[in-house]
């Protein structure tokens, strides 16, 4: 019987287990609130939806039919509405409970909107207070933190991971509202130049050539790769010892001929063409991820994503922490070869052959290895490896406690 008891913890562990495992899904949760279609719709359209789903920690302040109509009823175009519905995404978790037991009665929450790059200041915040009587309300920063808007309830809850709750309307955000521009009318340098890649930014200008690639490419899909100025600076000196094709071909390197959003990089490990790819294998790069990393490598050497300046499909633009350099253009440093023993000087007695050691190799350093990178410009990537280390340790002791109960049945 106590074997039992104890086979029966252990299923019951490894269920939950399983369970933790498996990803939230927003559009799921909200398909069992028919007064929420509408958000939800808008959630799958603008492709917000695959964003919260891939965060751990995350809170949606759910807005309902009557609320959206009072949205939509400014006909915003699609772009301009996934910056406002991205506003109303937290990068935190808030249920109905942690709402009224704020430290201090206040909070300022980033939200997804400041992680697109449109947010100037701190326009991409909510200030949450709890206020007497029960009621909670939000403000956006950018309304000079105005508590107009307040919590109405809960709707869904899963602890520590997402939490949807309904607010009254929707935010109101200058900065989220303002008409955004379509692919075809973005000004993808400008983009660039404002977000620390501006040295990449009048290179791909100087280049008439790989700009109109680059142009050509954002209404069907584009995701671009821009080193940091700093590193960037460094490398002009070869990048102008290169031919006209050269050139040409090193600037279309860093884009890729399809939208690709961070959570796509970080399910598609392997080769990846880009804009200068003509034929197989040539100007290709390889796309590796480690957990919360996504590196770009190439024969010559390898970079890190540190930040995103844009994800709104169908263009997508990532910061690098240096130059990638195709192996077409560029050799891989040389290989040290292993240093020689130390001849054995003339008057030295030989060592016996039972005492005598094999020589060892020096260890071979790699030929490039990636220098350590600045934080990425993302407001929740901190929150976003806390919840997965909590989360982690959670679902570990659970483990653990129902393995010690089983053995004290035994």
Do not use: W
């Not at 996504?294 to 499909?313: P, R, S």
């Not at 023993?341 to 020589?359: H, L, N, V």
């Amino acid at each position: 019987m106590r074997r039992l008891h104890f086979l029966l913890l252990l299923l019951l562990s490894t269920l939950f287990l399983f369970q933790a495992s498996n990803a939230h899904n927003i559009t799921h949760l909200l398909a069992d609130h028919p007064s929420f279609t509408t958000f939800n719709h808008y959630l799958s359209l603008t492709h917000l939806a695959s964003e919260i789903n891939r965060r751990t920690t995350i809170t949606v302040l759910a807005l309902d039919n009557a609320a959206m109509s009072s949205l939509l009823d400014k006909n915003p175009s699609i772009y301009t509405l996934k910056n406002i519905l991205s506003y109303h995404v937290l990068l935190d978790y808030f249920n109905a409970k942690k709402l009224h037991q704020i430290t201090n009665g206040t909070a300022l929450a980033a939200t997804m909107f400041q992680t697109t790059g449109s947010a100037p200041g701190s326009s991409g915040f909510v200030n949450i207070t709890d206020l007497k009587g029960g009621k909670v309300g939000f403000g956006a920063e950018d309304n000079a933190g105005v508590l107009d808007t307040y919590f109405v309830k809960e709707l869904e809850a899963v602890p520590y991971n997402i939490s949807v709750i309904q607010i009254s309307k929707p935010l109101p955000s200058a900065a989220a509202a303002a008409p955004t521009p379509g692919p075809s009318e973005m000004n993808l340098t400008d983009r660039m130049s404002a977000h620390g890649c501006k040295v990449f930014a009048d290179t791909l200008l100087s280049n008439p050539e790989a700009m109109g690639t680059f142009k050509d490419n954002t209404e069907g899909g584009l995701t671009v790769f821009c080193p940091g100025d700093d590193p960037m600076k460094a490398f002009l000196p070869k990048y102008k010892n290169l031919t006209a094709a050269g050139k040409t071909s090193f600037l279309e390197f860093f884009g890729v001929p399809i939208y690709q959003s961070m959570a796509m990089l970080k399910s598609n490990n392997g080769p990846t063409n880009t804009l200068a790819t003509d034929g197989a294998s040539k100007f290709d790069i390889t796309v590796q991820n480690d957990g919360e990393d996504v590196t770009l490598k190439t024969k010559v050497n390898t970079a890190k994503i540190t930040g995103t300046l844009l994800d709104e499909e169908p263009v997508a633009i990532y910061t690098l922490d240096k130059v990638l350099m195709p192996g077409e253009l560029f050799k891989a440093a040389p290989t040290p070869a292993p240093a020689p023993a130390p001849a054995e000087a003339a008057d030295a007695p030989k060592a016996s052959k039972s005492k005598k050691g094999k020589a060892k190799a020096a260890p071979t350093p790699e030929a490039d290895s990636p220098a350590d990178s600045p934080d990425g410009d993302l407001a929740d990537q901190t929150a976003d490896e806390n919840a997965a280390r909590r989360f982690e340790g959670a679902t570990f002791l659970a483990a653990g406690f129902s393995l010690f109960l089983g053995l004290l049945l035994l």
